[in-house]
């Protein structure tokens, strides 16, 4: 198998004015194979938007990166250095997550395929325009979109030309950053849907960046759990969901409301450490009801027995 | 954060730029000159417009170490009318921005705050008042309540109040639309208690910004004013006055043969602009937290 | 794209209702003031023939009638455009403000011409070097320039001009070229009219003549327009829609074609339609006083120094008239352009 | 723990009575102002609220939700109809005693972020109400404090200015100060929608103590079928600006009438987890 895409230690910050730096990801290590589903999961601040960033291309120039970043066996990041050349839109392409304002409101529909397409393939306006209408037709939208402005389009349709767009390309990764997010219950279930059909369909490798399990759960097939600016969990979704090995991806499960079951809601009290200081202990401890003596070193990825599932997580055995 | 703490922040973050500190540096001069400016100058009563006893002699001289700036058509000493402008050019400035911030900032606050007819008509006052020229009105008081510091003043205010209605109309009105308002009014607190706590607090950092930069546009204006010979009478130490009397003395013979009496009062207006420029500059990125990043041109 | 019909009209109705504020307020200013408007309107006259024009005066203004059917009076005689002679001129007050805006607005037009163009470039240019020295000096350059008080300027370029050509750059066009060749201006804007008659060597005058005053209103639009610039550019970088385009692979010249300078063009209209009209204020001082050109500021002066109320109430109305056409045009073109807007 | 409020509720003890109303807004567009003046958001909504009862109104985006809670909250005059409030018309009255009345309700708004003024610290944010009433200082801290305690926040918290909080915290902090008038209906406006799952899970149980201990009337406005559930009893289901469905909430999820509210549910479920076989009733 190819890797798709692979972190060793990367850390990624951002300095603010006062020249305090922030760390988003603090070390992650990460592996995602070629044509595969896989999702990150995560609350807001555990810097999963940051590190999709990084692998889309468009972390912001105020940001300080640390280690390394392979797409494809091409380093992208190494150390500080960044180099997306012949990445971006040629082998990563992005879904945003704010459908709203990530499509040019001066723009046509038309015109964004047109730019993408000639900048990326140098095809003529004609040529695009017909594949353009292609893909639009396969997430189920006519060719009068083409002519319409992004704001005359309702929210499901702005995402949907987004997935065109990402798909139009014909690149080998897609990276989806909460594409659910903002939208309606019934309209995220087709979204899911649509999104998980055409990645299967085209072959792509999905990294899919999510803070609804649920959803995760439904068309990816491996989960990374990432808490504090590390992943602390990675394995089959299966596995995830239903034997979760590290407190926090248990304490996930236990909070999520569930339909038709009012079993009670078990939150841990707290919130997630402040990142603007380095620890070293693990960035759970404060909040685990797990936690003993040896949880002042942070554990590192542990492998789980006859299971491709790693846990950062000293007393993974006790937890599930 | 409180408003103190978020000022002595925006100070600390500021000092560190070159331009800002030069801004603070020219400013803090123009303010001391303007306090201390009859204490220094060589020939205090001049500096006032008094033709000296001894004018016939000391006419039009150009600068040298007993007038540094020269002497006018009516043998007065320059440097020290120049000396003595800046205090009106303070008081020109400072006053006709304070006033119509006042004014301006208390209609477009109630503008968007108390909504319907009001709204209307206050907004339609501001847009009259926003196209009326400032020179226009000059002159026009100039032919009925004749010259004056008030005449500038007055006309500025006229034609400058709109301007700040309009900005505090902008801020305000996304301001009021946010939730902390609607709790407050849902509390039953009164209109006079909410507007100076949630609506103008939190518009006042953007309007400060605003007015600091204003100030040099203002000064300009007034000077313009006075200039064409429409406020300060001749005589007067003011800037633009100097140039004026200096034009029509003489027309624009005094340009080519005594330039220093064109050269040194437009120095000194441009340096005061200057200076409350190079200090609202920085302070205007600082109003937009995303601009404070380092962006630029990444990809 | 069509902007709808209904905001144009919504926008004219209130430009319409702000012309007829000024007309009465301008009303009022006359009334309110100290002394006699009939007096004012009069002209201050002095000896034999003070009792009658004042009293011709007083039935101009219908001062006897109630006050809205004065303002009504009024307002019809300007929109009318009958105001009477100017007293300074003699000839119809209406005619003589035109006379004086064609001489200003040509000035103005063209500063704006290369300003605009200039301002965005600076900003453009200093936006895309961001954090280097040629950023920070164009960042200096503007403050620099929108500080300086034009009449100033222009009084040292007139200098530097007599002192290095030897050329004194007085008035619009020289007099005798004028007379030498026949030209007879049409519209008024004299750059124009000599084209139009093939008149080269009056073209070359007016040109030469037009572009030390140009030069010196230049610096607030300039000034204004680069700092300006700068920062929507700086803006727009930060939109999620150009960080979407980065991700899809479109280069970096098409992005700032298409989606960063597209986005900069309204508000760039909009804040050149404002600087617009702090800029007629500049050339009024300008032309008038530094220059000697005949406009608008010439005509002020006089009105000033013949105590002429009337053309100082043609010259209110008039400009403030002038300012609102703009900025109404400022805003239908602008939401013209923005797909966004519908109102 | 949710089992047992059912039956405490009075019935005729109407607390909050919405009849016949229509609602929306002026559109000012010009000429054609004349001939169409309002945009109707809300269209004839008759709803009760009886005292002590937990009442969720669940809607998508665009339902008119927030145009329902301001005109329940007497923000905007309905176009038609009418609006109780403990018995009073209130738009029958003028603002003065109109506010008297919607004291009574305490008001948690959808979004932490602007719902508290970043340059007050949380302490003056939270005495607002009691300042409104026109309470001795000493009263005021003193309840300010207390207040504090019983959601279970540090006192430190007080001097805080609300940058300085998570998004929890001013959710918790906004709680405190719908409370601490001792409002007698509870109005939740999206309350967890901005938070995080299992910050979402602590105000729900936060959220459910204190029904468990005040009895406050609750009236929860959420889009999330799965926090209505636990916030509410009974339940409006809003659709375009018209009520589809009302009842008991258990059963609209198990048994959905309108074809509307099957799908909502239908989509809710499609969005679960994979694994999740305890779909339908309990």
């Known amino acids: 198998m190819v890797l798709a895409i692979q972190a060793k230690n990367l850390k990624i910050g951002y300095m603010d004015e006062e020249e305090q730096i922030t760390w988003a990801t603090r070390g992650v290590d990460l592996s995602v194979e070629e044509g595969e589903s896989f999702c990150i999961v995560g609350e807001s601040g555990c810097g999963k938007s940051t590190l999709a960033s990084a692998i889309a291309g468009v972390l912001p120039p105020h940001a300080l990166t640390m280690g390394k970043l392979y797409i494809f066996n091409q380093l992208v990041i190494n150390e500080s250095e960044r180099n997306y050349n012949g990445i971006r839109g040629k082998v990563v392409s992005l879904i945003p997550q704010n459908p709203g304002t990530s499509l040019n409101p001066f723009l046509t529909i038309g015109d964004h395929f047109y730019y993408i397409l000639r900048d990326v393939k140098g095809l003529s306006k004609s040529d695009s325009i017909k594949i353009a209408q292609e893909y639009l037709s396969k997430v189920g939208l006519g060719k009068d979109v083409l002519e319409k402005y992004p704001h005359k389009l309702s929210g499901g349709m702005q995402q949907r030309v987004l997935i065109a767009i990402a798909l139009a390309s014909e690149v080998k990764i897609i990276v989806a950053d909460e594409p659910t997010s903002s939208i309606d219950a019934n309209l995220r279930a087709q979204i899911l849907n649509l999104l998980s059909k055409l990645v299967k369909e085209f072959k792509v490798t999905l990294l899919l960046v999510t803070h609804d399990l649920a959803s995760a759960s439904k068309i990816c097939d491996r989960i990374a759990v990432m808490y504090a600016g590390k992943v602390i969990e990675t394995g089959l979704t299966s596995s995830i969901i239903s034997k979760p090995r590290h407190p926090y991806t248990r304490m996930l499960l236990d909070s999520v409301p569930l339909l038709g079951s009012k079993k009670s809601l078990n939150p841990l009290p707290g919130e997630p450490p402040s990142l603007v200081e380095d620890f070293t202990w693990c960035s759970f401890r404060d909040r685990c009801p797990f936690r003993i003596e040896q949880c002042s070193v942070e554990p590192p990825l542990i492998p789980v027995e006859d299971e491709p599932h790693l846990v950062r997580c000293w007393r993974f055995r006790e937890v599930s | 954060m409180t408003l103190p703490s978020l000022y002595s922040r925006i100070m600390r973050r500021n000092l560190r730029r070159t331009r800002f500190k030069i801004g603070v540096a020219l400013t803090t001069i123009i303010v001391i000159l303007s306090i201390i400016a009859p204490l220094i100058a060589p020939y205090p009563s001049e500096g006032y417009g008094y033709v000296p006893a001894n004018a016939s002699e000391r006419k039009l001289l150009p600068p040298s170490t007993q007038f540094p700036f020269g002497t006018d058509a009516l043998g007065r000493d320059l440097f020290s009318r120049v000396l003595t402008g800046t205090r009106t050019a303070v008081i020109q400035a400072v006053s006709v921005i304070l006033i119509s911030l006042l004014v301006g900032m208390i209609i477009g606050v109630c503008a968007a705050y108390f909504k319907g007819l009001i709204e209307v008509t206050l907004n339609y006052f501001t847009e009259l008042f926003m196209a009326v020229p400032s020179i226009v009105i000059a002159l026009f008081l100039r032919l009925t309540i004749g010259q004056g510091l008030h005449v500038v003043i007055i006309s500025l205010v006229i034609a400058w109040w709109a301007w700040y209605s309009r900005i505090a109309y902008v801020y305000a009105k996304s301001i009021v639309e946010l939730e902390y308002v609607t709790l407050a009014k849902l509390s039953g607190l009164s209109a006079l208690k909410i507007i100076p706590r949630h609506v103008i607090r939190n518009i006042f950092q953007a309007l400060t910004v605003q007015a600091i930069s204003d100030l040099g546009s203002a000064l300009l204006e007034a000077s313009a004013i006075n200039f064409m010979g429409l406020g300060l009478p001749p005589g007067s130490p003011e800037w633009g006055v100097i140039l004026y009397e200096a034009i029509t003395e003489r027309g624009i013979e005094a340009f080519l043969f005594s330039p220093w009496l064109v050269v040194f009062p437009g120095l000194f207006i441009f340096m005061t602009t200057l200076g409350f420029s190079l200090i609202a500059d920085p302070l205007r990125e600082d109003l937009d937290p995303r601009l404070r990043r380092r962006w630029k041109l990444w990809f | 794209m069509p902007v709808s019909l209904n905001y144009i009209f919504k926008r004219t109705m209130l430009s319409i209702l702000v012309i007829l504020g000024v007309i009465v307020f301008s009303y009022l200013l006359l009334m309110l003031t100290p002394g006699d408007p009939a007096v004012k309107w009069a002209g201050n006259p002095r000896g034999p023939g003070a009792v009658k024009a004042i009293e011709l005066a007083r039935v101009e203004l219908g001062l006897d009638k109630p006050l809205y059917v004065q303002i009504a009076n009024f307002i019809y005689n300007f929109l009318t455009g009958n105001l009477g002679l100017s007293i300074a001129y003699k000839i119809p007050v209406s005619q003589v403000v035109i006379s004086g805006f064609t001489a200003t607005l040509e000035l103005i037009l063209f500063t704006y011409l290369f300003s605009i163009p200039l301002g965005v470039w600076l900003g453009l240019y200093s936006a895309i070097k961001r954090g280097s020295r040629i950023d920070s000096f164009i960042q200096s350059l503007s403050i620099v320039l929108a500080s300086t008080p034009t009449f100033w300027l222009g009084s040292l370029i007139l200098l530097a001009s007599n002192t290095f050509t030897g050329f004194l750059p007085y008035g619009r066009v020289s007099s005798k070229l004028v007379l030498s060749t026949g030209f007879t201006p049409i519209t008024g804007f004299y750059l124009l009219d000599s084209l139009i008659q093939g008149n080269i060597p009056v073209f070359i005058d007016a040109l030469v003549r037009i572009i030390p005053p140009a030069l010196a209103i230049s610096v607030y639009p300039i000034g204004v327009l680069a700092r300006v610039t700068r920062t929507l550019i700086a803006e727009a970088l930060l939109e999620d829609y150009v960080r979407a385009a980065v991700a899809w692979g479109i280069k970096r010249e098409t992005i700032i074609r298409q989606f960063v300078l597209r986005s900069i063009i309204p508000p760039v209209i909009q804040i050149s339609g404002l600087s617009f009209v702090y800029s007629l204020v500049d050339a009024m001082v300008v032309e008038t006083v530094v220059f000697g050109r005949e406009g608008l500021g010439s005509i002020l002066l006089d009105s000033l120094h013949k105590a002429d109320f009337r053309v100082t109430l043609a010259l209110a109305v008039y400009l403030t008239a002038f300012y609102i056409i703009v900025n109404t045009l400022v805003d239908i073109v602008q939401a013209t352009i923005d797909p966004r807007i519908r109102l | ?282």
């Open chain 4, 1 to 282: 723990m949710l089992e047992i409020q059912r039956g405490v509720i009075e019935l005729n003890n109407e607390v909050i009575k919405l009849q016949d109303v229509t609602a929306g807004y002026k559109t000012v567009t010009g000429f054609k102002s004349i001939l169409k003046r309002y945009q109707v958001v809300l269209k004839d909504i008759n709803l009760t609220v009886s005292k002590g009862e937990r009442v969720a109104i669940i809607g998508e985006s665009g339902s008119g939700k927030s145009t329902l809670l301001k005109v329940i909250m007497g923000l905007l005059k309905p176009i038609k109809g009418e609006v109780y409030v403990y018995g009073k018309q209130i738009y029958k009255l003028p603002w003065r005693e109109r506010v008297k009345i919607i004291r009574k309700i305490g008001y948690v708004p959808q979004d932490p972020y602007s719902a508290l003024n970043p340059l007050l610290t949380v302490k003056h944010a939270i005495s607002e109400p009691l300042e409104a009433l026109g309470l001795k200082d000493e009263i005021i801290e003193q309840r300010v404090r207390e207040a504090v305690k019983f959601v279970g926040l540090p006192q430190e918290v007080l001097n805080s200015t609300p940058d300085e909080l998570s998004g929890g915290m001013r959710q918790r902090v906004l709680i405190v100060r719908a409370l601490v008038a001792e409002p007698e209906i509870l109005i939740l406006d999206e309350p967890t929608s901005a938070l995080d799952v299992s910050i979402q899970a602590q105000i729900i149980n936060l959220l459910n103590d204190i029904y468990s201990k005040l009895k406050t009337t609750m009236i929860t406005v959420t889009h999330d079928l799965a926090v209505a559930q636990y916030l509410a009893d009974r339940a409006f289901i809003l659709r375009n600006g018209s009520i589809s469905e009302e009842g008991p909430i258990d059963q609209i999820l198990s048994n959905p009438r309108s074809e509307y509210t099957r799908k909502l549910v239908l989509s809710y479920y499609v969005t679960s987890f994979k694994n999740n076989k305890s779909v339908g009733t309990e």
